[in-house]
């Protein structure tokens, strides 16, 4: 199987490559933000408690978030891989990720960072705001607690991959189809080194 974790501050275009990658190497998408999106537009009892936290820029608490990724890959049936997209974040999931990923004999393929500027990141999340109506990221504030909460909280989840020899970074700037081919070439060399 071919597990991926794309990673990135919010805004770093993880979404936009994901969809590439999935086609690519045929793999089934687990983001928690459309996961938690899912259930807010539905209004579950775990929708209303994921946006107490994120209405504020905070993170969802790790069980819920575990929980709701062990259901999602324990639902998907017979998979060539999966992309991990805006999971894990902290290290406790990443922890979480791996031994639940272990009990299904597989592991984490690599951890690939899409390196981008917090400059840009913040003119990112203010077009996103308005193109797809997610009041999440028009307000200044909560974007900056987004980010701060990332750097905080989510950057070591890349150390924790690093030192298992499962790490890559790519300049998430630039064209679209460029980035894409980067991103393969990483992912394919990690596939060669397993």
Known sequence: MINLVLFGPPGAGKGTQ????IEKYQLIHISTGDLFR??????TPLGKLAQEYMSKGNLVPDQVVIDMVDDKIKS??????????GFP???????????LL??????ITALVELM????ELKKRLAERAHKENRPDDAKPEVIENRIAVYKAETVPVA????????????????????????LCREIDNHLLSK
């Open 18 to 21: 994901s969809a590439k990658l």
């Open 38 to 43: 899912k259930h807010l537009k539905e209004g």
């Open 76 to 85: 998907s049936g017979n998979i060539n891989g999966i992309i991990f997209d």
């Open 89 to 99: 974040r902290t290290v406790k999931q990443a922890e979480a990720l791996d031994a």
């Open 102 to 107: 272990t009990k299904n004999n597989t592991g």
């Open 116 to 119: 981008v500027n917090e400059d």
């Open 159 to 182: 150390e924790h991959y690093k030192k298992l020899g499962k790490y890559s970074a790519v300049v998430g700037v630039g064209d679209i189809e460029q980035i894409f081919t980067n």
